[in-house]
């Protein structure tokens, strides 16, 4: 099994988690610390906001049904306010339309709850060579 490497800058990367199931939370981050990867995790997009530093580098896994501003709404307002966050949704249901709407909207992936851990890093990589990708632009 290979890692992803977490850090490809100056600064290392952050991976925000915003889902309201603690456990879904809790399980990530210790998943993702694990292999090396600063990880801030937040119980809702409005806890989101109020913490992320568009200064550094990372990306957004994000549950599209949360309460309050779901993640499709956070991910038109970081897309409005051109943050240079690459998102990752998931969910544990996803229609064929949803799956449409989520990618055309511009997320990197969606992932159906469960998920395959190497399937989780992937899209990670993908996501962080995005910035990578739009820093040398």
């Given at each position: 099994m290979?890692?992803?490497?977490?850090?490809?800058?100056?600064?290392?990367?952050?991976?925000?988690?915003?889902?309201?199931?603690?456990?879904?939370?809790?399980?990530?981050?210790?998943?993702?610390?694990?292999?090396?990867?600063?990880?801030?995790?937040?119980?809702?997009?409005?806890?989101?906001?109020d913490?992320?530093?568009?200064?550094?580098?990372?990306?957004?896994?994000?549950?599209?049904?949360?309460?309050?501003?779901?993640?499709?709404?956070?991910?038109?307002?970081?897309?409005?306010?051109?943050?240079?966050?690459?998102?990752?949704?998931?969910?544990?249901?996803?229609?064929?339309?949803?799956?449409?709407?989520?990618?055309?909207?511009?997320?990197?992936?969606?992932?159906?709850?469960?998920?395959?851990?190497?399937?989780?890093?992937c899209?990670?990589?993908?996501?962080?060579?995005?910035?990578?990708?739009?820093?040398?632009?």
């Amino acid at each position: 099994m290979t890692y992803p490497e977490p850090s490809l800058c100056d600064q290392s990367p952050i991976i925000y988690l915003v889902d309201d199931d603690p456990i879904v939370r809790r399980a990530l981050e210790f998943l993702l610390t694990t292999v090396g990867y600063n990880v801030v995790q937040c119980a809702s997009a409005e806890s989101f906001l109020d913490r992320y530093d568009p200064g550094r580098p990372g990306c957004l896994i994000v549950d599209i049904r949360l309460p309050g501003l779901s993640g499709l709404d956070l991910q038109a307002h970081m897309v409005q306010t051109a943050a240079n966050l690459p998102v990752i949704m998931m969910s544990g249901d996803i229609g064929s339309a949803e799956r449409r709407r989520v990618l055309e909207a511009g997320a990197i992936a969606l992932m159906q709850k469960p998920f395959d851990n190497e399937l989780l890093f992937c899209n990670i990589r993908k996501a962080l060579a995005h910035i990578v990708q739009r820093a040398s632009e």
